[in-house]
């Protein structure tokens, strides 16, 4: 179990403090919410969470291989809803490998990705589709 604390430091702005490491993040809510905009949104932190699990996992599998993967990048948009509930409803994702299309591990990657524990946890009627480029 890990901790996060939050607290709220008014005008719509959170600090997040990591329990273990201690850590901090600061969260705005959006312009077209109310917000500043001066840091990333709650909503920014579930695409950015997506993302950087998903070069986490990559990471692992790359790791455990003896892989090369420096230079892979996750790049993740984020869709919100134009009607109510305010809501996220797509996550497009394009994964760029530092490895050739016919690289042997490149189902084992792909399979990864797919499983990492934030694309599991995310609602499934968010659309995720995933472009990979390979080198």
């Not at 600061?26 to 709650?42: M, R």
Request: charged letters at 25%; aromatic letters at 2%.
């Amino acid at each position: 179990m890990i901790q996060v604390k939050v607290q709220y430091e008014g005008d719509l702005r959170c600090r997040a403090t990591h329990g273990p490491s201690g850590n901090q993040i600061v969260t705005d809510a959006p312009v077209d919410n109310n917000g500043k905009g001066e840091a990333f949104s709650p909503t920014d932190l579930v695409a950015t969470a997506l993302a950087s699990c998903m070069a986490t996992v990559i990471g692992i599998i790359g790791k455990r291989k003896g892989l090369d993967l420096e230079g892979m990048k996750v790049d993740v948009e984020k869709h919100m809803s134009t009607d109510s509930p305010r809501r996220i409803v797509r996550l497009p994702i394009t994964i760029t490998m530092p490895l050739p299309a016919d690289h042997p591990e490149r189902p084992m990657i792909e399979t990864a990705a797919r499983s990492c524990p934030v694309h599991q946890s995310v609602h499934p009627d968010i659309d995720k589709p995933i472009h990979w480029v390979w080198a």
